[in-house]
């Protein structure tokens, strides 16, 4: 299992869409959580406010890479794919 390094970029770079403490509207792409304390560990842990998407996040190393650039880079790549994924095909206009 790949260790956690505590860079803090699983809550800065992906956007987080349901309400949770201190950021009722979630959080967009790439702003840091305001739960994530100084040291970069979440100050929710283990509350039942926490979302379950931040629970689903484990370290990975294709996801960490070695570095916190690398996993922002990661991260935010992750976020542009699942974006499309999730995107309405246009309707053509006549
Ligand atoms: S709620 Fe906690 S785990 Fe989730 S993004 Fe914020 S600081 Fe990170």
């Not at 860079?7 to 702003?31: D, E, L």
């Not at 040291?39 to 509350?47: A, H, P, Q, V």
């Not at 406010?49 to 990661?74: I, L, Y």
Request: proline share 11%.
């Amino acid at each position: 299992m790949t260790p956690c390094r505590k860079c803090g970029a699983c809550c800065i770079a992906p956007s987080i869409t349901t309400p949770m403490p201190n950021m009722p509207n979630g959080k967009p792409a790439g702003v840091r959580c305001v739960n994530l304390n100084d040291e970069n560990l979440c100050t929710l842990y283990g509350r039942p406010e926490r979302p379950t998407f931040c629970s689903g996040w484990k370290p990975d190393r294709e996801v960490c890479g070695k570095s916190f650039v690398q996993a922002m880079k990661n991260i935010a790549a992750l976020e542009r794919q699942t974006a499309f994924e999730h995107q309405e095909p246009r309707s053509e206009q006549v």
